[in-house]
């Protein structure tokens, strides 16, 4: 990738994007195409779409452990190798070294992290789920936190420009808890799940749908001319994708950003500090630190977009001190970092299912059951907590590993794990956690990284609501499982902590009131304007559903925003 | 030996917990969660080896498909133990492998190693601490390295590296798994 420093005279841009990932791609997308030139600033090492995906087309016999997580990769991935499967040898390299890039938990947080180009877009689970309108509005009816300066019609024609770039593939339902998308062809149901459908319909008047999923089932030209193609069911998305069949950064934005010419990309440097410009009262660039040598730069733009990541770029604005914010960037009300939020993970049900014998499935799908949320919604009231709680999960048929637990060894065992074994079914909740000032993360007084930036402290648990509806999570799982019909439902618990949800957010808020919010309607910073924090940084409460679409969303509409503003000579 | 000293010995040996099968992603987690005590110092002799040998081939047995030691499941064994796991199941795997000398596992013929075996695990069911047991180890182990190496998994499974297409479809008789 180009990068052209020379030609633009004191490194001046447009605008500066901080972050690659999901975020920040889609913020230099939006920015290149409506005519701005940017920089955009990643601060781990390059990673080429399709070039540097090594691990795509290796064969399971090619790694060494097989999968399995070993002692070396969780002793330096000793945050990220939390995660299922992410210690793994098909993945692990395209995680954060934890050890060189420490974070002290005085609570402990399962902080997941990618530094590369593209950042967590490239191993995220596509699931993508708009925001219902109640969403926007809890809060304000219930008296949680603050109200959301904006509501579901303000990003809904947004949602419908992300969906259409980034390729969704879903069923619509026609509910109003979980809105319908623009949609590429659904993925199907497997016999078994159909079979759970229709009960769940029957017995509790509970919808199911098949997951919606950023794989394209059925390119349109707006992917193919990025050379994307059809997804080919393999299910390895995490390696990174050779046919660029589901979305990230690497294979959506950042070349739609680069084919207009516009985008100049800085690898390896670490944004450690705003730059405040006391007298035209606004940010005038941002400071850098190469992370391989060490060495400091500085660039300037006219307008800067924060996509670190919503603890990064927490983090970025507390590091940012001046005579006018000395208390962190647009920190007046002292509300950056706090209110961090996550979906609680980790809990649900498993069950054996007879029967089915007859039915399979060639290829893999690379996508799950979805179950929207039901508590606290229509009817159902709930006393011991708030909010509500999706399930994922689906029915596959057992393989080999069947045979771990079971009886036998010897030719006979070995030749029955061969075949198929019996259909087996597992659900888990992504719960909705509440706002609440004293989860966050902060700055250490004392203690620096090796490049001399501030430590990253995090000070965030669960609270009694959280625990209460994890109860639940739990016994409607078994609840729903056995009304199926499936047999051995298992609960399952997994001793888990904030952060595993993988949907940080919330260390930036927007509101309304200068004094209790960071961001205004528009995600610019209250007491500065030409700063814009368009990730999950920005999020005033948490809905149940995975985040990314509705972080895109708020970042095509911030960009259009913001380029309208700069015409107008407002910004 | 006498049947129930074979009993008594095997029995003395299981110091772990039986387990039903979790997802390996969940010994993945836990595996990271775990006080890091280092283990980089395991290896085995050469008579432990041919006791590993001798029950991976047990568990799988060359029939007119390789089996375990055909496709190099022991030193796989070993070589896991060593980079995945950690000191308490590494002295879960030595103690089962000391009792296994003890009921002289080596000069048994394979009708009486069979029975040591089906012993064994039915004793493993029974074990209530924290580590994983000796047979577990070596079960998932064995299955892991010859389920997922190059000749194994072609002669058990139809492999399809790039499925391309998404399709519900009706079982065949005797068709064997899918595997990618
Ligand atoms: C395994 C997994 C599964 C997931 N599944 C889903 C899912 O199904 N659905 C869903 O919606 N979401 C999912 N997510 C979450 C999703 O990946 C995140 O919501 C999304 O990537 C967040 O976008 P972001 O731009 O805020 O941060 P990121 O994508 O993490 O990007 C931040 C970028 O900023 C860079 N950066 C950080 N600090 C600095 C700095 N100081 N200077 C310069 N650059 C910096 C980082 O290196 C990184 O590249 C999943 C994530 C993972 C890991
Ligand atoms: S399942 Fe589809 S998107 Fe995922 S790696 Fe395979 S081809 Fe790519």
């Not at chain 1, 208390?327 to 069950?351: K, P, V």
């Not at chain 2, 009792?99 to 089906?118: A, H, I, P, Y």
């Amino acid at each position: 990738m180009n990068l052209n420093i020379k030609a633009n005279k004191n490194n001046t841009f447009d605008a500066i994007v901080v972050g690659s990932g999901m975020s920040g791609g889609f913020a230099a997308k939006e920015l290149t195409e409506r005519g701005l030139k940017v920089l955009m600033i990643e601060r781990g090492h390059e990673i080429k779409h399709i070039e540097d995906y090594d691990t795509a087309m290796q064969e399971p016999w090619d790694f060494e452990h097989r999968g399995k997580t070993t002692n070396l990769s969780a002793e330096e991935r000793w945050a990220n190798s939390r995660f299922w499967g992410l210690g793994s040898e098909e993945v692990v390299n395209h995680l954060t070294n934890d050890k060189e890039n420490p974070y002290i938990e005085k609570r402990a947080f399962d902080w997941i992290r990618a530094y590369h180009t593209g950042g967590k877009s490239m191993h995220w689970g596509r699931q993508s789920y708009r925001w219902g309108k109640h969403d926007f509005e809890s809060n304000a009816k219930e008296g949680i936190g603050i109200d959301w300066p904006i509501r579901y019609e303000d990003l809904e024609s947004w949602y419908t420009h992300v969906e259409k770039f980034v390729g969704i593939s879903g069923q619509k339902e026609g509910l109003e808890v979980l809105p319908d998308g623009h949609f590429l062809p659904a993925m199907p149901l497997f016999a078994p799940e159909a079979h759970f459908k229709n009960k769940m319909m029957e017995r509790f008047n509970r919808p199911v749908t098949v997951g919606r999923v950023a794989n394209l089932t059925q390119p349109q030209d707006i992917h193919i001319v990025l050379g994307r193609a059809s997804c080919q069911y393999r299910s390895k998305c995490q390696r990174g994708c050779p046919y660029g069949a589901y979305y990230s950064s690497l294979s959506g934005s950042i070349p739609a950003a680069m084919r207009t010419n516009r985008l100049s990309i800085l690898h390896d440097s670490i944004v450690a500090e705003i730059i405040y410009d006391e007298q035209k009262k606004r940010a005038s660039g941002v400071r850098i630190i190469n992370q391989n040598n060490m060495l400091t730069e500085e660039y300037f733009a006219k307008i800067i977009f924060l996509n670190a990541g919503s603890i990064n770029t927490a983090a970025l604005m507390l590091n940012s001190k001046s005579n006018r914010f000395q208390n962190g960037f647009g920190n007046e009300s002292d509300q950056i970092g706090r209110n961090l939020m996550d979906h609680q993970l980790g809990s649900g049900a498993t069950a054996s299912i007879e029967g089915f014998e007859d039915d399979y499935v060639y290829g893999q799908r690379p996508n799950a059951m979805y179950i929207p949320r039901f508590r606290n919604w229509g009817n159902d009231k709930q006393a011991a907590y708030l909010r509500g709680f999706g399930y994922q999960g689906g029915a596959s048929r057992e393989g080999w590993n069947r045979g771990v637990g079971a009886d036998g060894f010897g030719a006979d065992f070995k030749q029955g794990l061969t075949k198929p074994g019996a259909w087996a079914i597992s659900i888990g909740g992504f719960g909705e956690i509440l706002p609440n000032p004293t989860n966050r993360i902060y700055l250490d007084a004392e203690k620096k990284d090796k490049w001399g930036i501030p430590m990253i402290v995090t000070d965030a648990a669960f609270v009694e609501n959280d625990w209460a509806m994890r109860k639940d999570i739990i016994a409607s799982a078994v609840e729903m499982l056995e009304t199926a019909g499936f047999k051995n439902v298992t609960p399952y618990d997994r001793p888990t902590h904030m952060g595993l949800g993988i949907h940080d957010m919330g260390t930036a808020r927007m509101g309304r009131d200068p004094k209790t919010s960071v961001l205004n309607s528009f995600n610019q910073v209250h007491d500065c304007k030409n700063v814009f924090v368009t990730d999950g940084a920005a999020m005033t409460s948490a809905s149940c559903v995975n985040p990314s679409i509705t972080y895109m969303a708020l970042t095509a509409r911030a960009a259009d925003f913001a380029v309208k503003a700069l015409k107008k000579k407002d910004l | 030996m006498k049947r129930r000293e074979v009993i008594k010995n095997v029995a003395l040996m299981l110091g772990g917990v039986f387990s039903a099968p979790t997802l390996m992603a969940m010994d993945n987690w836990e595996n990271a969660t775990k006080p890091n005590i280092n283990g980089a110092a395991f290896s085995l002799t050469e008579t432990q080896q041919r006791i590993v040998a001798e029950i991976a081939e047990l568990i799988i047995p060359k029939t007119n498909t390789p089996g375990a030691k055909d496709v190099g499941v022991p030193a796989f064994i070993e070589m896991m133990l060593k980079d995945c796991y950690k000191t308490p199941e590494h002295q879960s795997f030595i103690d089962g492998l000391d009792s296994m000398g003890k009921v002289k596992f080596l000069e048994l013929n394979t009708d009486e190693r069979r029975g040591v075996l089906k012993l064994l695990e039915q004793e493993t069911k029974k074990i209530t601490s924290k580590t994983t047991p000796f047979w577990r180890l070596i079960k998932e182990l064995t299955l892991l390295g010859y389920f997922t190496s190059e000749a194994g998994l072609k002669a058990s499974f139809e492999y399809v590296q790039i499925p391309g297409k998404l399709e519900l479809i009706k079982l065949k008789p005797n068709q064997k798994a899918y595997a990618y």
